[in-house]
């Protein structure tokens, strides 16, 4: 083996991310190899709980997807993720390849630039809504989340009255009709549903109002979630908070609680980004 070959070995390679203004994530990643050397980026789908990391789908290149890097400067290298095609709605890992068949190495989160996704110029507007969002895992490394949805109803703000809560949404891919409902629909077998009627604000923008005292039928601890149909006969789907910079918002947004009763209620986020309503019984109640 020749000395001038070797490659370094990799110790914790870190990547800074930019996504542009087409959506496209362009990654800077700081790795010391000598310029012969042909390293590629490889997004891979984290898999579903349940799923072993061993099994071959989620072992395979091909499930990924992978991206070249070029030489940017010393130890620096650079690659262009396009934002077509979209990648599956899930938890992406990040990772750096050298040589064919080589084990791939974590990357670690650098600078991350996401003014384009607070604008929200990199976040797709197209049938269907594409969004991904670089950010770091709980254990320190780089990956990405990606929703990927034929229709969508971003919420917006909300707006709290004692035992209401008014929220402001707007669709993607669909437009409100005759016969739209916002609905709740309870966790657990019995699938009990209560529906309130949008206010619109055009074929896209619209309000609704949930009364809490609507989800306090048995006075036990419940969650619900929430759905939009936007008119009669339509796919109902979930209404979400996705067209930002935040990949994980259920502990970064904590609305506030009502007691209603010897209950609270409090709507939050998932950890899909999906917005959900929560009753369970007060402390000490």
Known sequence: MS??????????????????ERG??????RLPLPASARPRLLLQLRPVKGQSEEEPQARTEESGRVVALE??????????????????EGRWDAYVLGAPGEERTPLLPGLRDLRALVSGAGAGRATPLAVRIPYATKDGRLAVRAWLRATHAEAGRIVFSGDSMTVAARLFGARLGEGATVS????????????FAPRAEGDQDFTFTVDYQELLADHGQAVW??????????????????????????????????TLGGVTVRPYYTV??????EVSPTSGG
Not at 8 to 19: E, I, N
Not at 24 to 29: A, C, E, G, I, S
Not at 228 to 237: H, L, M, S
Not at 272 to 277: G, K, R, T
């Open 272 to 277: 899909d980004n999906d917005l959900a309503v």
């Open 71 to 88: 030489p940017a400067g010393q130890d620096q290298w650079r690659g262009v993720l396009d934002a077509a095609p979209a990648l599956q």
């Open 3 to 20: 000395g001038g070959e070797t490659r370094a070995p990799v110790d914790k390679p870190r990547a800074d991310v930019t996504v542009d």
């Open 225 to 258: 979630d929430m759905y939009v149909r936007p008119a009669a006969g339509a796919p109902r789907t979930r209404v979400a908070r996705l067209l930002d910079d935040v990949a994980d918002r259920k502990t970064v947004f904590v609305y506030p609680a009502a």
């Open 184 to 195: 709740l629909h309870r966790r657990g077998r019995d699938g009990a549903v209560r529906q």
């Open 24 to 29: 496209r994530f362009v990654v800077r990643v």
